[in-house]
């Protein structure tokens, strides 16, 4: 089956934030996907003042100081529901409890199954989720773009595939995803977003890296199956998951990946026929460079429009490569003169990391301090950025939760008197998460979209789980978000307005 709920396995406490994975991180996770950042695990971080804009400050700043006019386009009801939401996933023991019970044998019970399955739904769910088919998270998208402006990114949110009727199935989802988001006035959406996880086997994707990191780190090893590609390896990559060379792939492997390129070549068809771009989300580094890898000649293939790319890789800026590889893959792309699109985030999973590469001996391929991150992705910001101003075919989604970054670009943007409105730089925030920060951006004049999951709710549980830690109180721009909407609240009530 597609849908399968995982256990204990699938709680990976994430670096982000976003995020904007996903869906990535909802999601951009973006995890898709879009990035919020965190303290380590179990610290609770006080919650920063509000940023109150100098009266000397240029222009080009996004206002956050204002909690009035940013939310003005809420109701009091959904803003009590958000309110509520976030301030529970900021409890660390109700975290901890929820995922306990979401990976326990309580689960295993029709009864007690249904009943957190029912409240996960009406709480979490709800409120970071689209709905539970493409029909309904169309809807949401519109509802969204009718009432604040911010433009939806459509997500599908299964995660892992196990064999290639789950791969097969999981393809029409997206494929169902691409015609909804079509369905939809141009104004409303932005994009849609695939894990090439839910199209390879996790297996296969493991064993493509291998061969690719042999291939990289050893001469005279080829690979007869590799098409064409951007590079998806520098000097500094993490290449000690691949200590010894791997047997090659089997016939039936060589199958397998052949069916896996006809997935993402359909969904990638479809979306250039719907003139619809598609964000490629990215996995731990033991999977992404086979994802990179397919990524880059599926780009290749359907990135003909000179002026707009319909095929997006996700750089995660926490990786200490990210910025050597983004270089190389933009320095090859321009050599053959092939429109390129990338959506920036933070990273995902620093847990995960930081404990394989223990396990084998190794330092974590993540920057060392949040601050470092934080340098990798604005510098990255900064290259895409003008790249994508000088004409050339580059396309920008810059998914993050951090305000100072957003500060920054905004000020890059006026530097490089880029055109806000032409689609070549926007910004995503995961759906449910820094709604301030959005509301900020869009006010200052960019498109901004939300990265907006859908499926049945025990698909979302994964995605949720990613949720709640980012929201657990560690975040300043949850923090942030919980104090501007309390403020809100308050002057509502005062003010007897609803």
Known sequence: ????????????RPYRS??????????????????????????????PPVHHPKPNEAHHDIDLSDQARLFASVPTSDLLRSTAVLHAAAIGPMVDLGSWVMSSKLMDNALTRGMVLGLVKSTFYDHFCAGEDADAAAKRVSSVYEATGLKGMLVYGVEHADDAASCNDNMQHFIRTIEAAKSLPTSHFSSVVVKITAICPISLLKRVSDLLRWEYKTQNFKLSWKLKSFPVFSDSSPLYHTNSEPQPLTAEEERELEAAHVRIQEICRKCQESNVPLLIDAEDTILQPAIDYMAYSSAILFNADKDRPIVYNTVQAYLRDAGERLHLAVQEA??????????LVRGAYMSSEARLADSLGHKSPVHDTIQNTHACYNNCMTFLMEKASNGSGFGVVLATHNADSGRLASKKASEL????????????????????????????????????PFGPVETAIPYLVRRAYE?????????????LMRMELKRRLLAGTA
């Open 417 to 452: 008197n880029i055109d806000k409105q032409n689609g070549k730089i926007e910004f995503a925030q995961l759906y449910g998460m820094s709604d301030a920060l959005s509301f900020g951006l869009k006010r200052a004049g960019f498109n901004v979209s939300k990265y907006m």
């Open 334 to 343: 321009e050599r053959e003169n092939v429109p390129m699109g990338f959506k």
């Open 18 to 47: 976003s995020a904007l994975s996903p869906v990535g991180q909802p999601t951009v996770t973006a995890s898709t996907a879009v990035v919020p950042e965190i303290l380590s695990f179990g610290q609770q971080a006080p919650e």
């Open 471 to 483: 929201n657990r109180g560690m975040m300043a721009t949850g923090a942030i978000d919980r104090q």
């Open 1 to 12: 089956m597609a849908a399968r709920l995982l256990r204990t396995n699938f709680i990976r």
